[in-house]
């Protein structure tokens, strides 16, 4: 009997939001369940059963030299690994931190900073380990995992956007904030996937999906200068879920004390 695609998902350094995405599914998860083994997925059983998996769903950041061993070993053992969410794909908000002295923090929060074993930075996963596919988000889209999963087990490559969000808006009918109500909105460079969940509440894009595909991040910078908005304006535009992003950190850096 041929068994059935073992599938496992795993918890870094997170809020647990794309987990609660993945149970947020509910009736297409039991689907899922009925299609492969959930052999590994802690947020939803204690049940567990080892590798080798043919999917590794991972969520959150790398943090510490324990995460690091942790993923090398998690990379072993997966066919597709697949990161999910801000966390695993930019070092999350937590990434913040990378802006500045970790041991400054540690020594501020800690009443015995000797006994914390960290690394400098938070890192997204593919700083340690090869990646096979990204899902952004924060949370991620529920129905991209969904897409995601289905098009891995069937052999194909998902179908995720990697246009703008503002693609989206255009699809929805939504007037673009930026223009009617002057807006600092990250539309034009950030990648799709919510529905344009913000614009359509008449707020801007605040970037929760990350950098779009060749997202032209400093002309959108230069444009928010224009319209009157300044250097730690932008910083802080730029430094929210996906601040280690490569495109954005480096245009915040351009934009620091501006």
């Not at 999910?84 to 041991?103: D, S």
């Not at 344009?196 to 990350?210: D, N």
Request: proline fraction near 7%.
């Amino acid at each position: 009997m041929r068994r059935k695609p073992r599938i496992a998902v795993w918890k870094f350094a997170s809020c647990d939001g794309c987990q609660l995405s993945l149970l947020d599914l509910e009736d297409h998860l039991l689907e899922i369940a009925d299609a492969v083994d959930i052999a590994y997925f802690l947020e939803a059983s204690r049940a567990t059963k080892p590798g080798p998996y043919d999917i590794s769903l991972v969520e959150g950041s790398i943090t510490t030299p324990h995460d690091r061993r942790r993923i090398l070993q998690i990379r072993r053992q997966s066919r597709f690994l697949v990161t999910i969410g801000a966390c695993a794909t930019a070092g999350g908000i937590q990434a913040l931190r990378n802006f500045r002295k970790v041991q400054e923090f540690v020594r501020l929060v800690y009443a015995h900073p000797e006994y914390i074993d960290t690394l400098e930075h938070s890192h997204p996963v593919s700083d340690f380990v090869p990646v096979d596919f990204e899902l952004r988000g924060c949370p991620v889209n529920k129905y991209q995992v969904l897409e995601l999963v289905s098009a891995l087990l069937a052999g194909r490559r998902p179908r995720v956007p990697r246009y703008s969000l503002c693609q989206e808006c255009k699809r929805r009918g939504l007037a673009c904030v930026m223009v009617t109500r002057n807006e600092p909105c990250l539309g034009p460079i950030v990648q799709a996937g919510c529905g344009a969940l913000c614009p359509a509440y008449h707020r801007p894009c605040f970037g929760c999906f990350g950098p779009a595909e060749g997202a032209q991040v400093a002309a959108l910078a230069q444009e928010l200068r224009r319209r009157g908005r300044s250097g730690p304006e932008v910083v802080r535009l730029l430094r929210t879920f996906n601040a280690w992003a490569p495109e954005f950190r480096e245009e915040s850096v351009r934009h620091e004390g501006a």
